[in-house]
């Protein structure tokens, strides 16, 4: 059973700096692992999505890792803006017989102007 | 080429009474799956159906709760008798064909309230 785990739970930091935001799976037969952003009270944002024969993938910012061997995903923030604040989930598309998806708790992000 | 589309996206129910929660999946997509995101916790899977049949329902609460992919019109999520656990947010998913490899594209979900 695939479980996933995000690492913090909160984070805060000065508008600027650069972060790294962590997640790790136990099922490294996973299919794709996908970043989603939510704001209070609103949808799911997806940000980046990794297929399992990737190792990384980047949209502006924003750049999403993938490690299978270690069960590892970390989405890296460059130049961190008050607006990007907002809560970052992981999920681990794994097989069931068809797709199983499995999220994370999330990282809580406030980035202070 | 629009998404998932959920409605209502917010709703607000008395304990007791029945909720209705609408899902249209992406254009040509025969798989839908519900999801739910109870307060400060992680979304948790709760149910996969493909037109006209349910094929798992293992995350779905045995009492109450109710899902349905007709031939034609949305998938319905249906909890009757609501109680204030219920208040979630309820996110629904669609796939083409529900192979593993396939991506599933996630709706702007619907935010429920019990009273």
């Known amino acids: 059973k695939q479980e996933v785990t995000q690492i913090p739970a909160a984070l805060s930091v000065p508008e600027g700096e650069n972060l790294v935001l962590n997640c790790s799976f136990t099922?490294?037969?996973?299919?794709?692992l996908q970043w989603f952003r939510q704001d209070p009270g609103k949808g799911l944002t997806s940000l980046l999505l990794i297929q399992s024969s990737q190792r990384e993938q980047t949209s502006g910012r924003l750049n999403a890792s993938l490690d299978k061997s270690s069960g590892r995903s970390t989405l890296y923030i460059a130049a961190s803006q008050p607006g990007d604040s907002a809560t970052y989930l992981c999920?681990?598309?794994?097989?069931?017989?068809?797709?199983?998806?499995?999220f994370g708790i999330g990282t809580k992000l406030q980035v202070i102007p | 080429n629009a998404g998932v589309m959920q409605n209502p996206r917010h709703l607000v129910r008395r304990r007791g009474q029945e909720a209705r929660l609408r899902c249209s999946p992406m254009?040509?997509?025969?798989?839908v799956y519900w999801y739910r995101q109870l307060p400060e916790e992680g979304l948790k899977f709760m149910v996969y159906l493909q037109k006209e049949n349910i094929i798992d329902e293992s995350g779905m609460p045995k009492e109450r709760f109710s899902a349905e992919f007709p031939k034609e019109g949305p998938s319905i999520l249906r909890i009757q008798q609501v109680v204030r656990g219920d208040s979630a947010a309820y996110f629904c998913a669609s796939s083409f064909s529900g192979r593993p490899v396939e991506t599933q594209y996630f709706g702007p979900g619907t935010r429920l309230l019990v009273l």
């Open positions: 999920a681990g598309a794994s097989s069931g017989g068809y797709q199983k998806v499995t």
């Open positions: 099922d490294s037969a996973i299919y794709n």
């Open positions: 254009k040509g997509h025969s798989h």
